[in-house]
């Protein structure tokens, strides 16, 4: 069946870097999109980046130029490099299967890791 494994997340202190990955099974990664995700303390969960089936990645306003997602899909798993990390980007963070970066609905979710920028 469709797995989506989150790893990474921790405690880093404002201005530090972690880099998370999303391990794949049960189907072909190379024929999805991939979404991160974030969910902070008493808010909705929002889109941070999507890598897509055809190469093309988007990437929300708030973390242009900080975060990178890439994908191996050889490997079957999806990452985010997270630098210059901002007390606001606290929160779990998950990733999901998706036909395409701009569906409105995702097909699979993993289970999430949390993240926490604080001194």
């Known amino acids: 069946q469709v797995q989506l494994v989150e790893s990474g997340g921790g405690l880093v202190q404002p201005g530090g870097s972690l880099k998370l990955s999303c391990a794949a099974s049960?189907?072909?990664?190379?024929?999805?999109?991939i979404g991160w995700f974030r969910q902070a303390p008493g808010k909705g969960r929002e889109k941070v980046s999507c890598s897509s089936s055809d190469g093309s990645l988007d990437y929300a306003d708030s973390v242009k130029g900080r975060f990178t997602i890439s994908r191996d899909n050889a490997k079957n798993t999806v990452y985010l490099q997270m630098n210059s990390l901002k007390p606001e980007d606290t929160g779990i963070y998950y990733c999901?299967?998706?036909?395409?970066?701009?569906?409105?609905?995702?097909?699979?979710w993993g289970r999430g890791t949390q993240v926490t920028a604080s001194s």
């Open positions: 049960g189907f072909t990664l190379a024929d999805y999109a």
């Open positions: 999901a299967k998706r036909y395409f970066c701009a569906s409105h609905t995702s097909l699979d």
